[in-house]
């Protein structure tokens, strides 16, 4: 089938366009904000590639007519850049959703990925029946973005816990990866709120969800999951904790006296996708080793080229 990937130039769309180029004819359009050359290595695969902004109506609407399958992944992610340019994080991130809605087809399957941070803070096990608590204009967009697809009924939405792993187009500013550049850099972490807990979710397995709803589209469709490591609801003293295991030296300290900015904090139920069917493969574990491994290259080079802030 034909496969549409708007933002697939990033950090989840170099990782999934690589994946679906196995069975599928992929377009990625992507406007390269960030100068990423994340690609190159598929073009052999015969990827097809446009250039261009999710916020040209006319352009996206166009090819959204010519696919069979269409995964929007263009997003103004977190909520410093959101908070950075707001009018330009309601534009990607809700209006470009909205504006491939409107042309969609019965015939069409749409896949979007949305957040955890929709849930916000909470002391219950959360599930997709938990209701939205979003903390910032980040996850406000993408609830937006959510219940307009759902009111079409024709869409899967995917509520990914915090991704981690080594991707052609890196990100050194999420938690995971984060706190293992910190680690091996510093040799220290300063922990605010360590108690907070997230769940998360390999690059690779979140590719691997989008190839399973492709797969099992209409059993379900006009349906949300959470996808996330069911072994992987930690709280951030646990991560580095964890982290410490393969860098025996690395200090761990815990501020007390200062808080995060980031407020999410919850305890998050994989257990509808599970049920389906899909259960992830590549844990924190591998996750680490491969950072580990894998941040040499970033060190080396200037690591501005792999953060979204």
Do not use: W
């Amino acid at each position: 089938m034909k496969v549409l990937i708007t933002g697939g130039a990033g950090y989840l769309g170099s990782t999934l366009a690589e994946r679906l180029l196995e069975k599928h004819r992929v377009t990625v359009y992507d406007n390269l904000s960030y100068k990423q050359i994340s690609l190159m290595h598929l073009f052999k695969k015969g990827l097809k590639f446009i250039k261009g902004d999710v916020r040209d109506k006319e352009q996206l609407q166009s090819l959204v007519r010519e696919h069979d399958i269409v995964i929007p992944l263009a997003a103004i992610v977190g909520m410093p850049a959101c908070k950075a340019n707001p009018e330009l994080a309601v534009a990607v991130n809700f209006k470009h959703i909205a504006d491939i809605v409107d042309v969609l087809t019965n015939n069409q399957k749409l896949i979007i990925p949305n957040t955890n941070s929709q849930y916000g803070s909470s002391n219950s096990i959360i599930t997709e029946e938990s209701p939205f608590n979003p903390l910032s204009l980040y996850a406000q967009t993408k609830c937006d973005a959510e219940k307009y697809v759902l009111n079409k009924g024709n869409g899967i939405v995917l509520r990914l816990a915090t991704v981690f792993g080594v991707s052609p187009r890196m990100r050194q500013d999420l938690l995971v990866n984060d706190f293992v550049y910190k680690s091996i850099v510093d040799g220290y972490l300063v922990l605010f709120e360590g108690h907070f807990i997230r769940n998360y979710i390999h690059v690779l397995d979140v590719s691997r969800v989008f190839e399973f709803m492709i797969d099992n589209y209409n059993i379900c469709k006009g349906e949300v999951f959470n996808v996330g490591l069911s072994s992987a609801n930690l709280t951030k003293l646990q991560l580095a904790q964890k982290i410490q295991e393969y860098i025996p030296n690395l200090i761990i300290k815990q501020d007390e006296f200062k808080e995060d900015f980031d407020k999410r904090n919850y305890l998050v139920s994989n257990d509808k996708i599970e049920q389906r069917g899909f259960l992830p493969i590549y844990d924190l574990d591998y996750g680490i080793k491969e950072l580990i491994q894998a941040y040499p290259m970033v060190i080396a080079h200037n690591n501005r080229s792999f953060t979204n802030l």
